[in-house]
């Protein structure tokens, strides 16, 4: 039987790193052994679900690269199918009409907890003839609950071994609140069995869920699935992950500048690891190692430092060009003009960038000279009058550079002769200071090249202006 796995999000909040873990552990599973990923929305919570919440998610998947096999469907389309299912449970008595008020039922678990009980329902209304309680739910407030017999029901999940439940612990569970309107434990029992999923990938918080969907596919005669469940992700800490990473659209680490392949070879690293522990790996070098016998039990460590090196490593081995499109949603629009000297800065500065967004401000250097304090220009202890002769003799010597090979490795050369007779730290450093108005930036002959020899002579006349 071919393998079938599905991402199953609810539109209700806005796309998360665990749901794009959940989605790339699925999806990696499915390529990795020729099956096929699906996508549904679970959208039956009506007040909740929003549409710009699905539209993020999508547009967060796509760009990650997770494409999806056959065309999604959205649970709100599918209520007669719920429905058809729902009546038969009813008919079987396998589920009954409760009637039960939150008064009532808060009254009982109080009561059951002081007496040291784990609190469930405690199957008042079991007893209610069909027929008295099909009327009755046409005049009252009712709900759906599936009749949970005690015993115990155990699974082999994929990653954390034999797992057992009692039921008795559990009771008798709400599946729907009306024929019309199922429960998520329900709904995506249904959906699993008639999309043919074999596995069932999800989080560890999912794990408490299981029993009771276990439970309903028996009563329905439906196919067994396989599941996996994926560790929690926690901070730095070591402990849950903070409301800042749970409530942070996914989306921002696009607008912010990491890379989608980074980004999927971080999340890969969040409970799974390749042979050898490499860090560094492609997209096909994952799929091709992916695997659940990999994934451990215990937590997964978020570390943004971590993300931020990785993204580094991409950032320095992405093509000029792929390099040059990536920023432009980073820069002003009068940069992205002068492409040739936007792909030059690029390749000079990616070293020193984390992020795209990090462009911006290391690259403003060459477009404009910031105001500085002359201090700056100063190499430790060397008097001012040697570095203000020191920028002068230098300037003389870039002014002699045929313009025609006004490129670095001449312009090094040219620099280095000087430095080696006047001393390194004494002229370079300046130079570097005057070309760019920072005590940080690419070396000198770099900035020269992308400037050009006029504005290189003009920006050195300046800081010789200002230590004379």
Not at 1 to 10: H, L, T
Not at 15 to 44: C, K, M, P, V, Y
Not at 253 to 273: C, E, I, Q
């Amino acid at each position: 039987m071919p393998i079938r796995v599905r991402f199953a999000p609810s539109p209700t909040g806005p796309f998360s790193l665990g749901n794009a873990r959940t989605a790339l552990f699925n999806w990696l599973f499915a390529r990795h052994e020729g099956g096929q990923f699906l996508l549904r929305i679970e959208d039956t919570d009506k007040e909740r679900s929003k549409k710009e919440y699905e539209k993020d998610m999508l547009e967060c998947l796509k760009w990650l690269g997770l494409d999806w096999d056959e065309d999604f469907f959205r649970q709100s389309e599918r209520i007669p199918a719920y429905k058809k299912e729902l009546e038969k449970l009813i008919a079987e008595k396998k589920a009954y009409w409760c009637f039960c008020t939150p008064e009532e039922l808060e009254d009982e678990r109080q009561a059951q907890m002081s007496q040291g009980l784990s609190p469930k329902y405690g199957g008042r209304c079991r007893s209610i003839p069909l027929e008295e309680a099909e009327a009755q739910a046409k005049k009252e407030s009712a709900v759906i609950r599936f009749r949970m017999d005690d015993g115990i029901i155990s699974f082999s999940d994929i990653i954390r071994g034999k797992v057992s439940f009692d039921t008795a612990l559990i009771g008798d569970i709400v599946i729907a609140k009306d024929l019309k309107t199922p429960l998520y434990n329900f709904a995506v029992v249904v959906d699993d069995e008639e999309m043919k999923i074999t596995h069932v990938i999800r989080g560890e918080d999912h794990l408490s869920n299981t029993p009771k969907q276990i439970a309903i596919q028996e009563a329905l005669g439906f196919s067994k699935v396989q599941y996996a469940h994926l560790p929690l992700i926690l901070g730095p800490d070591h402990k849950k992950l903070s409301k800042r990473y749970l409530e942070t659209s996914f989306n921002e680490y696009r607008t912010k500048g990491y890379l989608a392949p980074a980004v999927m070879n971080f999340m890969a690293l969040l409970g799974w690891h390749p042979e050898n522990d490499r860090e560094v790996l492609s997209r096909e070098e994952i799929i091709a190692e992916f695997g659940l016998k990999r994934v451990q039990k215990a937590g997964a460590i978020f570390n943004p430092e971590k993300l931020d090196w990785l993204n580094g490593q991409y950032l320095k081995i992405l093509p000029p060009e792929e390099l040059a499109e990536a920023l432009k949603d980073f820069i002003p629009k009068e940069w992205v003009k002068k492409k040739e000297m936007l792909a030059k800065i690029a390749e000079v500065d990616r070293g020193r960038m984390k992020k795209l967004s990090d462009f911006k401000e290391l690259a403003v250097i060459f477009f404009e000279l910031p105001d500085y304090p002359k201090n700056i220009l100063i190499w430790k202890e060397t008097p001012e009058a040697a570095i203000l002769d020191n920028l002068r003799f230098t300037l003389d010597v870039i002014s002699k550079i045929p313009a025609g090979d006004f490129k670095k490795e001449t312009i090094e050369k040219y620099v280095m002769t000087v430095a080696d007779k006047r001393g390194r730290g004494e002229v370079l450093w300046p130079l570097r200071a005057a070309l760019s108005g920072r005590e940080a930036s690419p070396g000198p002959a770099d900035i020269l090249e992308i400037i050009g020899q006029e504005e290189g002579a003009r920006r050195i006349n300046f800081a010789i202006g200002k230590l004379e």
